[in-house]
């Protein structure tokens, strides 16, 4: 996966590290995620609600986003567009503390990703684009219903019947045709 450039997804929150524990924030997310990944084909504004809250050593980010993505189905081999719906839930962690500046140290536990930087900004864009591709359908359909293409000529069978007729047995298994 070769990432492309990142939408600027980035949050100060300054304000909300300096408020007590279970302060909240919230909000509603538009932005436009094209390029974020070279393996992406982003269709659609990336939108949903936001909320963040204050804990006692980072802020929890919850989101419910939606965008849609160009994708290829796995029967037919033709383009589609299709909803995807993700659900964040991370916290981020500050590298400095709020009221002395005094740098903290990063944990093994913490991912890169979830990070507040020195100027007291979280950026969303990696933990959204891991989200999307945790969402992908491993096996993309146009419609639930789609024949696919036939295994002989590679007609899509969304055209019409293709004019194969003989069925192409596997010669391993002819043997147990002759016993039927």
């Given at each position: 996966m070769t990432q492309g450039k990142h939408p600027d997804m980035k949050i100060n929150v300054a304000q909300l590290l300096k408020e007590p524990t279970g302060a909240v924030r919230r909000g509603n997310l538009s932005e436009d995620i094209t390029g974020m990944d070279d393996d992406l084909e982003i269709k659609s504004l990336l939108t949903g609600p936001l909320k963040m809250i204050r804990t006692a050593d980072s802020?929890?980010?919850?989101?419910?986003?939606?965008?849609?993505l160009g994708l290829q189905c796995s029967r037919c081999l033709e383009p589609f567009s299709a909803p995807v719906e993700l659900e964040i839930e991370e916290e981020f962690y500050p590298r400095v503390d709020i009221h002395t500046g005094a740098k903290i140290p990063v944990t093994q536990t913490e991912e890169e990703a979830a990070i507040i930087d020195e100027q007291h900004v979280l950026d969303l864009a990696e933990v959204v684009r891991q989200a999307i591709f945790l969402a992908l359908p491993m096996h993309?359909?146009?419609?639930?219903?789609?024949?696919?293409?036939?295994?002989?000529?590679g007609q899509n069978f969304k055209d019409g019947p293709c004019e194969c007729t003989a069925e192409v047995v596997d010669p391993r298994l002819?043997?147990?045709?002759?016993l039927l």
């Open positions: 802020i929890l980010v919850t989101a419910s986003l939606r965008t849609a993309p359909l146009c419609t639930e219903d789609c024949a696919g293409l036939c295994s002989q000529c002819e043997i147990l045709k002759q």
